[in-house]
């Protein structure tokens, strides 16, 4: 095999082909609150390892968004709680920056006695896995999976190609955020000559939004809220507003870009209470300026220098008031 595209990773590589071609049986899954980039790789992998004659579940903490339904297979995805895992060698995790990120799947599957594939790119993570395939620049753990099929010569073929696609351009916010390279381009080019249809793909994911998340959005904009002179902006959503429109959490995954698209705004941040009582889910956007991976470090969340999220068990108000006065103080110094 030729070299890998990221040479600082040929070893982990040589790892994750070794295991994926010698072991028999996977689980795979992801973070909780999952998303496009978190759905789309799993299926992907999934369909790879069948291809092979493997055997495969998907099991996931979170349920599958709306917006994901159309997946391919993703009526095999299974939900923890639900379903139990099956024996398996190995565990592949995916776009989890942190082992903690599977949620309730932390009871069933354990760092010391299982083998754990990590395929990952946040900046955070800090490779929790027997192996940790983890590239931080790359923009998706589906176009690190791409990068990989292509560099193993694991058949790629249409639908496979339409996960990858959906993976790369949720996780880019549709190629415009800052992990938008010359190469996922290319990437995308490729995936594109399979056929994919980026209008279809697109009336699907973005073009089919519920009536109970635009009621839900009316709620959000009516507690858009400015300090520090208009550069952070931000929106809540409580219990009750979930409640009132028949929505969930994990139909809001773009809000947060509300508040970070306006004009003069740095860092725009959306707050929800969680399903869980007591806990607070922080979604935070840089423009640039604010590393907000090692912002929400601080606070035990993570992600990306532009994308990071934050849970935290307080009121709602509390949260607020320390993530907005820790930020106000970071955003005096740039
Ligand atoms: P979100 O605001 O949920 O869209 O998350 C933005 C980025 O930060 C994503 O890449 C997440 O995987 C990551 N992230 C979100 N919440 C957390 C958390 N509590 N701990 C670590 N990373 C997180
Ligand atoms: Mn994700
Ligand atoms: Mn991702």
Redesign the pocket.
């Known amino acids: 095999l030729a070299q890998f595209y990221n040479p600082l990773l040929q070893k982990e590589v040589k790892k994750t082909l070794k295991l994926l071609r010698s072991k028999t049986r996977f689980l795979i899954t992801s ?1 909780i ?1 999952i ?1 496009g ?2 759905l789309a790789s799993e299926l992907a992998l999934a369909r790879a390892l069948k291809k092979m004659g493997k055997k495969v579940q998907v099991l996931n903490d979170s349920g599958t968004p709306h917006a994901y339904q159309f997946l391919p297979d993703a009526q095999k995805i299974e939900r923890f709680g639900q379903v139990s895992p099956a024996p398996r060698e190995v565990t592949v995790i995916l ?4 082992f ?2 599977i949620g309730s799947l932390k009871d069933v599957v354990s760092l010391r006695r299982d083998t754990v594939i990590n395929i990952d ?2 900046r ?1 993570n800090k490779g929790f896995g027997t192996v940790s395939l983890i590239d931080p620049l790359i923009s998706s753990a589906g176009e690190l999976l791409f990068e990989f099929f292509k560099w193993a010569k694991i058949e790629i073929d249409k639908t496979t190609a339409l996960l990858l696609y959906v993976a790369i351009l949720t ?1 880019t916010g549709r190629f415009t955020y800052d992990n938008t390279t010359a190469r996922t381009h290319r990437n995308i080019g490729e995936l594109l000559e399979y056929g994919i249809r980026p209008e279809l793909v697109a009336n699907e994911i973005y073009r089919r939004v519920t009536h109970g998340q635009v009621e839900l959005l009316k709620h959000a904009l009516a507690t858009l809220t400015y300090t520090e002179d208009g550069r952070i902006a931000h929106i809540t959503l409580l219990r009750k507003d979930f409640d009132q429109t028949g929505t969930s959490g994990l139909e809001t ?1 773009e809000f ?1 870009e509300i508040p970070r698209s306006i004009d003069g705004v740095r860092v725009g941040i ?1 707050f929800r209470e969680t399903l869980e009582k007591g806990t607070v ?5 840089s423009n640039g300026g604010i590393d ?2 090692r912002f ?2 601080r606070f ?5 220098r532009s ?5 935290l068990q307080t009121k709602i108000e509390e949260a607020k008031r320390k993530i907005i006065a820790s930020l106000a103080q970071d955003i005096s110094r740039i």
């Open positions: 973070h609150g998303d980039d978190g776009d989890a920056g942190k903690e990120r790119h946040h955070s996780d995954q947060v959306y889910k922080v979604s935070m956007r907000l991976n929400a470090r035990g969340g993570g992600g990306h994308a990071a999220g934050i849970t």
